[in-house]
């Protein structure tokens, strides 16, 4: 279950550093506004890694959340009130991020970003880690 955490994790991490952080050379969120538009490739990759990451049905990490719930519940079920929280905590701020960085507007429409979408190394890097 661990493993399912180190391949979702690892692609957010190669989306933040190795593919936005190279293309604005910057880290700050507010920078990244409208990639839906400008690189939908790798806003598609994204939100899987993303949904991964809030750990819904049909994703693997879906099975480790709920088998980690399930068991808490069983024993402390005021514990598994608290651990929900923080999931559902989790789940908000993933949201969150992904929609200031895909879909939020350009600080002025007179701006333009000449950005290329990511290349077939990132693509197969990040597809494998979304398989």
């Known amino acids: 279950l661990g493993l399912v955490h180190g391949f979702v994790s690892s692609g ?8 936005l952080y190279n293309r604005f050379g910057t880290r700050l969120i507010s920078y990244y506004r409208g990639i839906a538009q400008v690189m939908p490739l790798f806003s598609i990759l994204f939100f899987i890694l993303s949904l991964g990451n809030c750990g819904v049905p049909f994703t693997l990490n879906f099975v480790r959340e709920f088998i980690s719930l399930y068991g808490v519940f069983e024993r402390l079920p005021l514990l598994s009130v608290f651990t929900s929280s923080f999931i559902v905590f ?42």
Do not use: H, Q
């Open 12 to 19: 957010l991490f190669i989306c933040a550093s190795g593919v």
């Open 90 to 131: 989790s789940i908000v701020y993933t949201i969150y991020i992904f929609n200031r960085i895909a879909f939020s507007e350009s600080f002025s429409k007179f701006f333009e970003v000449n950005i290329s979408d990511i290349n077939k190394r990132e693509f197969f890097i990040l597809f494998i880690l979304v398989i």
